[in-house]
Structure formats: structure tokens, C-alpha cells
T-cell receptor
Framework: DTAVSQTPKYLVTQMGNDKSIKCEQNLGHDTMYWYKQDSKKFLKIMFSYNNKELIINETVPNRFSPKSPDKAHLNLHINSLELGDSAVYFC?????????????FGAGTRLSVL | GESVGLHLPTLSVQEGDNSIINCAYSNSASDYFIWYKQESGKGPQFIIDIRSNMDKRQGQRVTVLLNKTVKHLSLQIAATQPGDSAVYFCAENIRGSQGNLIFGKGTKLSVKP
């Protein structure tokens, strides 16, 4: 069973479109994250939710809106997609928001904006 | 692992040799450090972690060394195997932050059979 699963694995779309990426974890964790990995493999945190509550919101355009319907799910909706949004997006989860809790990552969603 | 131009720094080792991957961190308030392994097409996978009150921690075939004086972290892999080929990231967590991991630039490890 996959612990942190993301769908879709690949997403190809046109500029200006709106798209969503879904993430689910079956680890019973309280905290979930979204990261962006650019073409140079640089990984940067975007958002973090703890028990459906937003706790980290890095400098990310308003076009990106996370939604957590329950603590096992954290979806990422992106409006008006731009070329620069092309990247691999990773979802992760940790047991709690505690500083030393290990974060477990999904396999990623490769977004290509044409 | 300092970035060189647009390319990831690469470490090439012979199968069976030991590998050492280095990482410099910048924030003296960081008190928790993690190494992740990322294979092609997959997400980062936790390898080992260390808290700032330690300078060495060992796992199975891996050892992490922390030198707070020079803000340096290293990952040593013993008897490197082809399955160890991947990109390795160090990440730091600043004291008082809540899971806001700051990742380094990554080092690509290639293992020659």
C-alpha cells in the first residue's frame, strides 16, 4: 500500500488553464505538505496543513490554493497556469507538526504547462 | 553539495567503495538535519537524521556527521551498491519552525559496477 499517494502522476496542460493535484496519506498523520521541485532539482516548501489548518504558507502566488477536506487529504488547485509553474510537485506528510517528525514524500506529479 | 552552473554536482564511485556526500548549511539556528535519497522518477526517501546535540549518527551502511563549527554535514555510505545511485539531499530545520524543511541543492551519486 502506498503511504502518500498523488494523482495524477503526469499533467500536461495549456497556459491559462486551471488544474488540481490530489494527495492522500494512509499513515494516520496529522500534518501534510506541498513542495515544488524545479528543473534544477531544487526542492522548496509551499504549504503545510495540520489537521486541516494552514500552518505554513511560503511566498507562493495566490493562484495556488491548497484545500484540506480532512487530515488525510491535501489537494492543490492552481488557477491560470503559467509556463513557470512547470515543475514536479511533491506531497508529504508527518505524524505531527512537531519539529523533529520525519516527512514522508509521495512520488510526485510532473506538471508541464505549454 | 554546492551547485555548479545548471548541473547537479556529481559523485562517481566504484561499486564496493565508500561514498562521502557533503552539504553546507547556512543557518546557525538549525537544530535538526535530514538526508533524503531521490531516485529517478520517485519522491525523496528518508535515509537518516541527526539533531544538533549530536555529531555522529549511524544507520545501516550510512553514517551522518555534523560539524556545527563550520556548518557542515556529511553522509557516508559504506560499500556503495548500484542501488545507491540517486540524488541525495540534505535538509535542515530551524529551531522553532514547524516542519519547514530547507533543502540543499542535491548531489547526484553514480555507482559504477
Amino acid at each position: 500500500d502506498t503511504a502518500v499517494s498523488q494523482t495524477p502522476k503526469y499533467l500536461v496542460t495549456q497556459m491559462g488553464n486551471d488544474k488540481s493535484i490530489k494527495c492522500e496519506q494512509n499513515l494516520g498523520h496529522d500534518t501534510m505538505y506541498w513542495y515544488k521541485q524545479d528543473s534544477k532539482k531544487f526542492l522548496k516548501i509551499m504549504f503545510s496543513y495540520n489537521n486541516k489548518e494552514l500552518i505554513i504558507n511560503e511566498t507562493v502566488p495566490n493562484r495556488f490554493s491548497p484545500k484540506s477536506p480532512d487530515k488525510a487529504h491535501l489537494n492543490l488547485h492552481i488557477n491560470s497556469l503559467e509556463l513557470g509553474d512547470s515543475a514536479v510537485y511533491f506531497c508529504a506528510s508527518s505524524l505531527t507538526r512537531r519539529h523533529f517528525d520525519i516527512q514522508y514524500f509521495g512520488a510526485g506529479t510532473r506538471l508541464s504547462v505549454l | 553539495g554546492e551547485s555548479v552552473g545548471l548541473h547537479l554536482p556529481t559523485l562517481s564511485v566504484q561499486e564496493g567503495d565508500n561514498s562521502i556526500i557533503n552539504c553546507a548549511y547556512s543557518n546557525s539556528a538549525s537544530d535538526y538535519f535530514i538526508w533524503y535519497k531521490q531516485e529517478s522518477g520517485k519522491g525523496p526517501q528518508f535515509i537518516i537524521d541527526i539533531r544538533s546535540n549530536m555529531d555522529k549518527r549511524q544507520g545501516q551502511r550510512v553514517t551522518v556527521l555534523l560539524n556545527k563549527t563550520v556548518k557542515h554535514l556529511s553522509l557516508q555510505i559504506a560499500a556503495t551498491q548500484p542501488g545507491d545511485s540517486a540524488v541525495y539531499f540534505c535538509a535542515e530545520n530551524i529551531r522553532g519552525s514547524q516542519g519547514n524543511l530547507i533543502f540543499g541543492k542535491g548531489t547526484k551519486l553514480s555507482v559504477k559496477p
